[in-house]
Every structure is written in structure tokens, then in C-alpha cells.
């Protein structure tokens, strides 16, 4: 099954809650943990992560916590996926170093590579700050609501 992961989930959330923070100022981990309702030590592992990937700022203090690094217009999903799940890899064969057997004959091989490039593209042209809009200022979530209306 495909999944997104609790990680990538609750690291979203935080990304979009400190993107509508619009004074810019650093919110206290405990506020963020509380106001998400994600556990304060899940939070502080995934806040390490993304500053690791230099999308979150730390303040220190005891008026301290996280914020943006960079503007929500110029982080990607992409960035946030890959700073917390690491490399999209939709299956081991596309990423190995030696050459699989039954490479030759493999026709699912192109299948997952294709769509690999798919995720990977979506994701980078996806901004944190185009999550911030609501769907009716949205023409991508416009589309995909119409869809989802036309097949429902």
C-alpha cells in the first residue's frame, strides 16, 4: 500500500502552520505541539530534521522556537518530503548499483520509473505557499475538486 507517513503528515502541518505565521516570529515547539496535536518529542524530531535541510530556523530562549528559514513561495513540498523521508523512490530497481538480472526482460521497470518522475515533478512545482490558499484561489485544487465531483 501506498502510504504517506505520520512523519511527512505532521511535518507538513507544521510547515503550513509556521507559512501562515505572518509576523514571522518563532513559535515555542509546546504551543505548535499542542495546537497540532502531535506528541512535543515527534515534533522536536521532525523540527531537527527540517532545519537540518535548512527550511526551519531555531530561535533559543525562552521566547524561542521555529520558524520558516526561507519564504513559503520558495519551499517546495519536495524539499519537505525529501528532508524527512529522504530520496522518492518508488522501487529499489530504479536506485540499484548493480545491475538486476532480470533487467532485460523487466517491463514494469519504465512503469515505476515514469511515475517516480511524475511524484518528483508535482512535488517540486507544489509550494508550501500555494497550500496556504484556500481552494477556491487554487486552479490546481480547483481541478482536482471538479474531478473528484465528476467521478463522485
Known sequence: MFKISRRLDYGLQLMVTLAENENEKAIATATLAERLQIPLPFLHQ?????????????????KGGLRLNRPAEEISIYDITVALEGT??????????TPCVRQEECTAKYMWADLQDKIILYLTGMK?????????????????????????
Open 46 to 62: 521532525i523540527g531537527h530534521s527540517l532545519m537540518q535541510a535548512g527550511l526551519l530556523k531555531a530561535t533559543p530562549g525562552p
Open 88 to 97: 522518492i523512490l518508488m522501487n529499489p530497481c530504479l536506485d540499484c548499483a
Open 128 to 152: 508550501l505557499g500555494m497550500l496556504l490558499n484556500s481552494p477556491s484561489e487554487n486552479p490546481l485544487f480547483n481541478r482536482i475538486i471538479k474531478e473528484e465531483t465528476r467521478a463522485g
